[in-house]
């Protein structure tokens, strides 16, 4: 499956961004979504991961009551929330697709990956 990620930009601390992915394959809802990022000189970590029905979702403690994934599978995508944004949360935001149950956290787990959002906050 083909993933198209957007959304990315600068902002200031407490800010926010709305990250978005798209996916080329059919049917989308077969697919759990994930989200992942890599800071610069870092491994790529776990964001968050959302299953086909989009009901809940698992998130790394660090980003826990400030993100918030969603997904539309009429539009085939994927949605990454952010709010109350820290330096810190700086990274290229990659968007990654898996045909595993339930909501996968490690990168091995995800067959496929877009080409990654830069994400830039601000002190």
């Known amino acids: 499956v083909r993933l198209v990620e957007s959304g990315g930009g600068l902002v200031q601390a407490g800010g926010s961004l709305r990250l978005s992915c798209a996916a080329s394959e059919q049917p989308f809802s077969s697919y759990t979504m994930g989200w992942f990022r890599q800071a610069p000189g870092k491994e790529r970590e776990f964001v968050s991961a959302?299953?086909?029905?989009?009901?809940?979702?698992d998130y790394a403690d660090s980003v826990k009551d400030r993100f918030t994934i969603s997904r539309n599978n009429a539009k085939n995508t994927i949605y990454l929330q952010m709010t109350n944004l820290q330096p810190e949360d700086t990274a290229v935001y990659y968007c990654a697709a898996t045909l595993r149950g339930g909501r996968p956290v490690l990168r091995h787990e995800y067959d496929s990956w877009g080409q990654g959002t830069q994400v830039t906050v601000s002190s």
């Open positions: 959302v299953t086909w029905s989009g009901i809940g979702g």
